[in-house]
């Protein structure tokens, strides 16, 4: 199935402030193409980290076998589980700097700080500065995933309790970070 299971969705999205035992990055996207005022999707779906390779990576990798037109312009929307380590903020600002003709946006559910705390702010500020518009993901975000790449069966998304509170919380991290 292209769609995510709804027990996969909610364990590895839920934006705890402590996230013991989530190890894996979950990457939903939508691509579409700008045509002046309007818009075409082109692709959407998930991707969750392989061994050996960060999902971020993965999706480079993906993207640029498209062999995009350098005369087009493409916008590209992740709803991440995970922000992007150091590595991958590196990987990702190159690319974008290599298609100008792309947008990227990032929405994340919870940021990644390794041991080295230094290193994950500086990277998303990076990232920042090549392009990307960066955010966390708000009840909104994770409602659009919900109907968008999870096999809810029809069912209504119900935020869990400390979703907006933990937002908000993560919200202000991320633009201390950014500043």
Same mark, same amino acid.
């Given at each position: 199935?292209?769609?995510m299971q709804?027990?996969?969705?909610l364990?590895?999205?839920?934006n705890l402030?402590?996230?013991?035992?989530?190890r894996?990055?979950?990457?939903?996207y939508?691509?579409?193409?700008r045509d002046?005022?309007?818009?075409c999707s082109?692709?959407?779906?998930?991707?969750?980290?392989q061994?050996g390779?960060?999902?971020e990576?993965l999706f480079l990798?993906?993207?640029?076998?498209w062999d995009?037109?350098?005369?087009?312009c493409?916008?590209?929307?992740?709803?991440?589980?995970w922000?992007?380590?150091?590595?991958?903020?590196?990987h990702i600002?190159?690319?974008?700097?290599?298609?100008?003709?792309?947008?990227l946006?990032i *929405?994340?559910?919870?940021?990644? !700080?390794? %041991?080295d705390?230094?290193?994950?702010?500086? #990277?998303l500020?990076? $990232?920042?500065?090549?392009?990307?518009?960066i955010?966390?993901?708000t009840?909104k975000?994770f *409602?659009?995933c919900w109907n968008t !790449?999870v %096999?809810n069966r029809?069912?209504?998304f119900? #935020?869990?309790e400390g $979703?907006h509170?933990?937002?908000v919380?993560l919200a202000?991290?991320?633009?201390r970070?950014?500043?």
């Open positions: 199935s292209i769609l709804r027990r996969l969705f364990y590895n999205f839920r402030r402590k996230a013991k035992g989530r894996e990055t979950y990457l939903c939508v691509v579409k193409r002046s005022a309007t818009s082109l692709d959407f779906g998930y991707l969750r980290n061994m390779c960060h999902v990576v990798r993906y993207i640029a076998a995009l037109d350098p005369g087009r493409y916008r590209i929307t992740w709803f991440t589980s922000s992007p380590c150091y590595d991958c903020a590196q600002a190159s690319f974008l700097r290599s298609y100008p003709n792309l947008t946006r *929405f994340m559910a919870r940021l990644y !700080f390794c %041991e705390r230094k290193a994950e702010p500086e #990277g500020r990076r $990232l920042h500065k090549a392009g990307a518009q955010a966390i993901m009840f975000d *409602f659009y !790449f %096999e029809e069912q209504t119900k #935020g869990w $979703l509170e933990n937002s919380h202000r991290k991320l633009r970070i950014l500043l």
